[in-house]
C-alpha cells in the first residue's frame, strides 16, 4: 500500500502540478514541493524498496496502479461529498 500511495506522489508531480504550470504558463501553487520533495524522494523510496526486493515488481506492477485508482477514485468521492454538503448548507 505505501509504495503505491508513492508512486501516486510521484504521478501526482506531473497531473496536475508540471501540466497545469506548463499549460497555463504561470506557476501553479504546489509545484515546487512536488518537484523539489515529492519527485526525488518518491522515486528514491521506489528504487531503494525494490532494490531491497521488499516488494516483488510484479507484485508492484498490479498493486502499484491499483492503488493510484483507489486514490483517485477516493478524491472523486470526496470532492462530490463535500459539493453535497456545501450546497445544502448554502
Not at 504558463?25 to 509545484?31: A, D, E, K, N, Q
Request: net charge positive; aromatic share 10%; proline share 4%.
Amino acid at each position: 500500500m505505501m509504495a503505491g500511495y508513492v508512486l501516486a506522489m510521484v504521478l501526482n508531480v506531473f497531473a496536475p502540478h508540471l501540466f497545469a504550470t506548463v499549460l497555463m504558463r504561470r506557476y501553479m501553487p504546489g509545484t515546487a514541493t512536488a518537484v523539489l520533495l515529492n519527485l526525488p524522494l518518491g522515486w528514491l523510496y521506489l528504487r531503494q524498496i525494490l532494490m531491497e526486493h521488499r516488494i516483488e515488481l510484479r507484485v508492484f506492477f498490479w498493486a502499484g496502479p491499483l492503488a493510484v485508482l483507489a486514490i483517485l477514485a477516493l478524491i472523486l468521492v470526496l470532492l462530490a461529498l463535500g459539493r453535497r454538503v456545501t450546497s445544502t448548507s448554502a
